[in-house]
Structure formats: C-alpha cells, structure tokens
C-alpha cells in the first residue's frame, strides 16, 4: 500500500482559508486518482474531492467553489485549498490512493482534523 501523510489541518474562524497537504510515498502519478475524504463526528465518510491520473478534477457539491484539489509530482504531494470555510466543514480530513490495481480507494492517511469555528 502506499504510505499517505497528511499535514495542514487546524482551527479556523468561519470565512477562513486553510490548505491541507498529502505526502505520499510513491509517484503520484503511478495511481489512478489520489482523493480527499473527511468524516464529521456521527457521519459517514464522504468524498470531498478527487484527481485522477489524467487532471480530472472532482468534487461534492458542497465544497464546489471553495475547495480545489492540486498536485505536485516533483514532490509527491497533493493538496486541498479550502477558503470561505464553513462550520460545517468541520471534520478529520482524510487523503487517499486508488493505485492502477485497485477498484477503490484502497490507501489512506491518519487523517488531520480541521475545526471552523462559528
């Protein structure tokens, strides 16, 4: 599996902007998307946003114009940009690989808590 590594997360004030990092331990590019999940307290995990390997970009409805999913292969890195943050965004953020193997996404990250305060 490939060893994901998030780091970005913290306490914002609604109207916020913070940006969430993935580190991963092999080339981004040798998956077939790399994604960014959270889950709030009492609900299922949700898909925030996705990149596959082509630059397709693909997010919930509820981060749509807020949130944007970037890449860095020289790095290995994939990031979350978030601003006009939300309390309702607040959630552990989770990042995540499909490799060219899997049918899901199948690698994850400890996962980094993000808190909007109202």
């Known amino acids: 599996q490939v060893q994901l590594v998030e780091s970005g997360g913290g306490l914002v004030q609604a109207g916020g902007s913070l940006r969430l990092s993935c580190a991963a331990s092999?080339?981004?590019?040798?998956?077939?998307?790399m994604g960014w999940y959270r889950q709030a307290p009492g609900k299922q995990r949700e898909l925030v946003a996705e990149?596959?390997?082509?630059?397709?970009?693909n997010y919930a409805d509820s981060v749509k114009g807020r949130f944007t999913i970037s890449r860095d292969g020289a790095k290995n890195t994939v990031y979350l940009q978030m601003i006009s943050l939300k309390p309702e965004d607040t959630a552990v953020y989770y990042c995540?690989?499909?490799?060219?193997?899997?049918?899901?996404?199948?690698?994850w990250g400890q996962g980094t808590q993000v808190t909007v305060s109202s």
């Open positions: 995540a690989a499909r490799t060219k193997s899997d049918l899901v996404f199948a690698s």
């Open positions: 092999e080339s981004i590019f040798s998956m077939n998307a």
């Open positions: 990149i596959t390997s082509g630059g397709s970009e």
